[in-house]
Every structure is written in C-alpha cells, then in structure tokens.
C-alpha cells in the first residue's frame, strides 16, 4: 500500500539505530504514525520536527501496520519559532493537544487546515488569538462544538458575557442574572471576533477551551489536558 499527503509533524520518537517514529497531521489521512528509517540522522532530523509542514510518502505491506515514511520539508515552522518562547510553547502545545485529542487515521481536513493557518500566523500580531480558535475548532470536529453566537435563555445576540459549562451555550450578561457565579466567562473576541482586549481576555478563552476539551475530550480517556499546553499558558502569564 501507498500514498501520498501533506503533514504537519505532531512528535518524533527515536526508534531503533537511527530511526524515527514520527506522528503526523495529515490533510487527507488524519493523525498518522509511520517510521523513517535515518530520520533520526544529523541531516534528516530538522525535517521532522514538531510543527514541521512536510510532503510525505508512506508505504506499507499491510494497511494496518505501521509503515514506512519517507519525506521533503515544505515550511520549516519550527525553526521560525525557535528564538521566540511563548510561540516555541505555543507551538509545542497545538502539537500536543491534537495528537492527544484526535483519534487515529480518521481524517480531519478542517483540523489540518486551521493548525497550517496558526502556524502561519506565528510571528504575527495576533497568533495567540489563532491558537484558541484552533482549539474551538478542534472541539467542533470532535462533536463538542460550542455555541457562542447567541444568547441560550433569550436568544439575543448582543452582551454575550458567559458560557454554560453544561451546554457550551453562550449567555448574555442581562439572562445570567443570579446564576452568572456558576457560567464560565465569555471573552468578546470570541462572540465578536477581533483580537484579544488585554491579557486577561486571552487567558479567559484559553481556560474556557481549555474547560470544554478536559470535559469532553480528556477526561473520557482518564487523560489531563497535555502539560505542554499548561507551559504555555504559563509562559503567556511570565
């Protein structure tokens, strides 16, 4: 068996004398592992970095063993990011995150689309915003997708100020009324869209994606949320 896609390097283990185990997103196979015999050498191994944007070939005899990978650098991502810690971080936690979350050779187009996009908004104004988009996007695929567009008690779409850690609903700050200690907060760059207004809107949309992919993608697996993705929200409050 073969065939042929676009990755985005999510991990790279050494395996044996030279090798490499590596896992990547690609756009038309989902989260797919295979070996690189040599990956693991001076000269391939920049290729297969977390983050990596790679053309690939994977070959084997069977279609569920674990095949081979063989490999050319597109965009070299995590070289971009290696003099900058909170993108390195934010890098490491994006890989982490969807290699942990999705499931195995189940093909997620959109998923891939929306990492190639943070990626490429690394160095940017703006990029942290990026990765809690790709995050609501990643619970979207997943079937956990969260309504933040109107208001769940009266169905308004202005003052959007809290999210139900029930439902994933949005609600208004006027329909929160006494209850409003018990909803998670809504930031407004993600009812309104735009960028964060401060620090603390960014921190508040990462806690509320963070709240719904522990609830409803890691906790089911017994798994917590990956500790690279806690190193970078704590790099982004240093």
């Given amino acids: 068996m073969e065939w042929t896609d676009r990755g985005i390097v999510l991990t790279g283990r050494p395996h044996g004398e030279g090798g490499l185990v590596a896992s990547l997103l690609t756009r038309d196979h989902g989260r797919h592992a295979g070996f690189v015999p040599g990956g693991g050498s001076r000269r391939a191994r920049p290729i297969w970095q977390p983050g ?63 990492f190639h996009a943070f990626l490429a908004a690394l160095g940017h104004a703006g990029w ?28 308004d779409t202005e003052d959007l100020a809290f999210v139900s850690p029930r439902t994933g609903r949005a609600v208004s700050r006027a329909a929160a009324g006494p209850y409003k200690e018990k909803l998670l907060p ?20 990462l806690d509320l994606t963070g709240y719904f992919l522990e609830r409803h993608v890691f906790w089911p697996q017994n798994k917590p949320l990956p500790p690279a993705r806690s190193r970078f929200k704590e790099t982004l409050h240093r």
């Fill in 52 to 114: 990596n944007l790679v053309d690939v070939v994977w070959r084997a005899r069977l279609a569920e063993q674990l095949g081979n990978y063989s490999g050319e650098l597109r965009e070299a991502y995590a070289a971009r990011a290696l003099d900058d810690a909170s993108e390195l971080a934010g890098l490491a936690a994006a890989c982490a995150t969807i290699d942990t979350a999705l499931p195995e050779r189940e093909p997620h187009p959109a998923v891939f689309e929306g």
């Fill in 128 to 155: 942290p915003m990026i990765y809690v988009r790709l995050e609501l996007g990643l619970l979207q695929e997943l079937g956990f997708g969260l309504d933040l567009e109107k208001c769940a008690v009266s169905g």
């Fill in 186 to 205: 809504l930031p407004a760059f993600l009812s309104t869209g735009g960028l964060p207004a401060d620090d603390d809107e960014l921190h508040q949309g």
